[in-house]
C-alpha cells in the first residue's frame, strides 16, 4: 500500500465548477505540499502546509492532520487549471518526501 | 526565483550506452535529488545528496549513480541504460531548513523542468 494515496486518477471537470482533489497518507508529517504538473512535466509547488487551510486565489487547500487527510479545491475552474496534481507528505522519519501518484484534472470550455 | 536546469528535455538512447543527465541549481541549495516519474506510480526517489560529494540512495537506486562534485551541480548516471529506465527524470534542490525533534530536516524542494528519457 502506498504511503500516500490520492483520489480520483482523473478528474474532468467543466469550465466553472468546483473541483476537489483528495489525499490521505498513512504516515506522521511534519508537512504536506500541492503540487501541479503542466503538460511538458515542470512541477512547481502550489501550497505546503502543516495545519489548518491556506489559499491562494481560486486555490484552497485543507488539511486534518487527526485524520491524515487533506484536499485541494479548485473554484471556477478554468482550462489552464488543467494538469497533474500531486500531493506529497515530508513523513517525520525520511529525510525526503513521499509522492503520491497524482490527479489528472481536465477542465473543458 | 529558484531556478533548477536539466541539461535536456528529450533524450534518445540505445541499450547499453551510459547515459549522463545534468541538473544545475542556482540558488546555492545544500540539498538535491534525483526523482523518476511513471505512470500511476508517481515519482519515486532515486539518489539525493546533502552536501557536496555525499550522497544517499532513495528507494530505487539500482542500476544508477549520482555525482557531486560542485554544490550547484547533481549528476545522474545509467552506467548501462536499459529499457526499463524508460521514463521522465527529474531533478529537486531544497534548503536544509527547520530540524524536528526527531533530528530530520523538513525541506521544501524546487523541481526541475524534467528529462523525458527513452531507451531503445
Known amino acids: 500500500k502506498n504511503e500516500v494515496e490520492q483520489s480520483p486518477q482523473n478528474l474532468t471537470a467543466q469550465e466553472g465548477e468546483f473541483i476537489t482533489i483528495n489525499c490521505s497518507y498513512s504516515?506522521?508529517?511534519?508537512?504536506l505540499h500541492w503540487l501541479q504538473q503542466h503538460p511538458g512535466g515542470g512541477i512547481v509547488s502550489l501550497f505546503m502546509?502543516?495545519?489548518g487551510k491556506k489559499k491562494h486565489g481560486r486555490l484552497i487547500a485543507t488539511i486534518n492532520i487527526q485524520e491524515k487527510h487533506s484536499s485541494l479545491h479548485i473554484t471556477a475552474s478554468h482550462p489552464r487549471d488543467s494538469a497533474v496534481y500531486i500531493c506529497a507528505v515530508k513523513a517525520t522519519h525520511y529525510n525526503d518526501m513521499r509522492f503520491g501518484a497524482g490527479t489528472r484534472l481536465t477542465v473543458k470550455p | 526565483d529558484v531556478k533548477v536546469t536539466q541539461s535536456s528535455r528529450y533524450l534518445v538512447k540505445r541499450t547499453g550506452e551510459k547515459v549522463f543527465l545534468e541538473c544545475v541549481q542556482d540558488?546555492?541549495?545544500?540539498?538535491m535529488f534525483w526523482y523518476r516519474q511513471d505512470p500511476g506510480l508517481g515519482l519515486r526517489l532515486i539518489y539525493f545528496?546533502?552536501?557536496?560529494?555525499?550522497?544517499e540512495k532513495g528507494d530505487i537506486p539500482e542500476g544508477y549513480s549520482v555525482s557531486r562534485e560542485k554544490k550547484e551541480r547533481f549528476s545522474l548516471i545509467l552506467e548501462s541504460a536499459s529499457t526499463n529506465q524508460t521514463s521522465m527524470y527529474l531533478c529537486?534542490?531544497?534548503?536544509?531548513?527547520?530540524?524536528?525533534?526527531?533530528?530530520?530536516?523538513?525541506?521544501?524542494?524546487?523541481f526541475g523542468p524534467g528529462t523525458r528519457l527513452t531507451v531503445l
Open positions: 545528496s546533502y552536501d557536496v560529494k555525499m550522497k
Open positions: 504516515v506522521g508529517i511534519s508537512a
Open positions: 529537486a534542490s531544497s534548503l536544509v531548513r527547520d530540524r524536528n525533534p526527531w533530528g530530520h530536516y523538513y525541506n521544501e524542494q524546487f
Open positions: 502546509l502543516s495545519s
Open positions: 540558488m546555492d541549495h545544500e540539498n
